[in-house]
Structure formats: C-alpha cells, structure tokens
C-alpha cells in the first residue's frame, strides 16, 4: 500500500464515519422529534422514558444503519474528492503522472468493504434484533397483549390467539387449525386444537396446554365435516410449534420478512409459511443492494473527479440531483410489487439497469 492510497483510506473513513454519525443522528433526532408524544403517553417518570427513548433507538441502529448505507458511503467518497479539489491536492497528484482513475480507487475498495458491513449487517445483525424491531414506540418494554389471527406454523396448521402476551410469553384462547396435506385433499380442514390457556416451552419447543382439546373432523355420509355424532375429542396438554413467541411476535408487521437472513428465508419457503414471490422479492433486493450502493457512489464520484479545478458548489448540486433520481428511480421500483403483478426482480434490478450504463458513461467521460 503506498502513501497515496494510505492517505486516501484515511479520509474516506474519516468522511465515511462522520457521515454514519451525522445522519443516523440526524434521522432519529427527526423521528424522535416526530413520534415523542407516542413515548411520552403513557404518564411514566422523566427517567423511565429516557430509557425507553435510548432502548428503542439503539435496538434500531442497524435498521437505519440498512436504509442509509448506500447515502452514507456515496456522501463520504464524495467528500473526499471534493475536498482534495478545493484544497488542490487533485492537480499536485495528476502532475506526478497518477492518473484519476488510480487516484479513486482506493475509494472505491473502501467502499467495497462498507458494503460487505453492510451484508454482515442483513444476514447476522438485523435477524437477531428482529423482535425488537417491531415494538410500537409505546410499548417498548413489550408488556401490550394482543390478539394473533391465523398465524401460519409450517404447510399445515393455522395458529389463533385472542390473548398473546409476548412478554410472559403465553396465550389465552388458543386455537389451531390444521389441515391435510395430501394431493387429494391438500387445504382441507382436519383437526382443531382449543386451550383455554398455552405456556411457552423453549425445552421441548412447544405450548404446554391448559384444559387441550382436539377434535378430529370426519366425513359422513353427505360431506359434512364435523358431524357432531362423529367428533370424537381428545385431550391434549402439549402442541409442539415452530414458532417461539419472538416469531410471533415479529409476524405482526408487514415488514417482518425483510429483518431475516437468507438462511432463514429459505427455511420459510421450504416450510410454506410465506408466500415464495414476496421471499423472492426480499432475496433479490437483498443481492441488489450492495450493487445499487456502489452505482450510487459512483454517479456521486464522477462529478469531482476533474483535472481542472472547478466550482465544489456546482459540482455537488449535480451530483445530489442525480443521486436523487437514482434514488427516487429505486423507490419508485419497490413499489411496483404492490401496484402491478410484476416479476418480483424486476424492481430490484430496474435501478441497476437504468443507472449502471449511466454510472459507466460517466466515468468514461472523466479526463485524467
């Protein structure tokens, strides 16, 4: 590593590290600042709240972490260039026979290695904090009860709660619905399990059942399905699950699906608990990101990349216009999935397409 590279990773992570700090503080200072009256109702003590504010957002770094990544890495490359054009480092090193390109590249692997944090992130960080993701700012220590309808636990069975409290981790009312899974008969309801009350056992990983019933269902005659002279209840004090509480508790969201790892999707899609199109959507944007971060960095780099010095001002209204539009390109492609039946990677890879010629172009223009 020579010195020009030595000095250039050093900038870039010092503007790399200054950025993380100043927008992730600047958005949880905007939600806070939007959302305080969500922690404030509930009538606690000035100090109960302030852990709560601190539990809540600090749970929620590797989310926000995750949202702006590619803003942050692009800001900090940026910045570095154009810091080295205002202050006429740039002219000093092309006069020494560096090129531009040479000059950039130690960027660009620093911000290679970003991205790889950032995939660390989905796949190791995101997925363990997942249950804490999805807690309403009012009800950070987890205490609300809430009813759990039609839960899917494996190909099979539906899972129903009218009480759910995930934080003593037990179910009132429970009711399951399980139905075949032969070829013939596959969806068709089979059996029914009630409790008037169900208690989490992380040992042998399922609800231990108070006052359990299952009742089979049986076809007569005339096709009708729990003919009440055919029923035949059984008691039953334990119903093994593949959902802990946790789990439960994070399918509450709509957005569950995108605090998990790849390993764990594709768990989900061979069990059947998810619909495979919206794993597939997850998987592609999950591939796609890093890729968009480097193109964003890349548009954002091309504008200071000159040998001449020139307007910083100018250069950077460019470079943040044309960020933007990638970055509204992006969103508008997210939300393609919900608006139109389209191919769950299209909207992923719409961006790249669009602005990975335009990111080349750019670059192929810059005179060094």
Known sequence: MKTLDRYMLQSFLVNYFLSLFVLISLYVVLDLFVNLDEFTESGKGVTTIIYEVGNYYFYNLPLYFAQLSGVITAFAACATLARMQRQNEVVAVLSSGTSMYRLAAPIVLAGLGMNALLIANHEIILPSVAPKLVRERDDVEGARVYPVWFVRDGESRLVSAQHFSPKQQTIRNLIVLETS????????????????????????????????????????????????????????????????????????????????????????????????????????????????????????????????????????????????????????????????????????????????????????????
């Open 181 to 368: 899974t032969d070829p013939g008969t596959r969806g068709r309801l089979t059996r029914v399990v009630t409790a008037d009350k169900a208690s989490w056992d992380p040992g042998r990983k399922g609800w231990t059942l108070a006052r359990g019933i299952r009742v089979s269902a049986s076809e007569n005659t005339k096709g009708t399905l729990f003919d009440q002279h055919q029923m035949k209840p059984e008691p039953v004090d334990f119903y093994p699950c593949s959902l802990t509480p946790e789990e439960m508790q994070l399918r509450q969201t709509a957005q569950w699906v995108d605090y998990l790892s790849t390993r764990q999707l594709n768990l989900l899609a061979k069990r059947g608990d998810v619909d495979r199109g919206k794993i597939a959507r997850v998987k592609h944007a999950r591939f796609t990101m890093p890729i968009g971060n480097m193109i964003l960095m890349l548009l954002g780099m091309s504008f200071f990349m000159h040998r001449l010095p020139s307007s910083i001002l100018t250069q950077g209204a460019k470079a943040l216009a044309t960020c933007a539009i990638a970055f509204i390109v992006s969103f508008m492609g997210q939300q393609l999935v919900g608006a139109i039946d389209v191919t769950p990677a299209l909207p992923a890879w719409l961006p790249i397409f669009v602005f990975g010629p335009v990111a080349v172009v750019l670059l192929d223009n810059v005179k060094t």
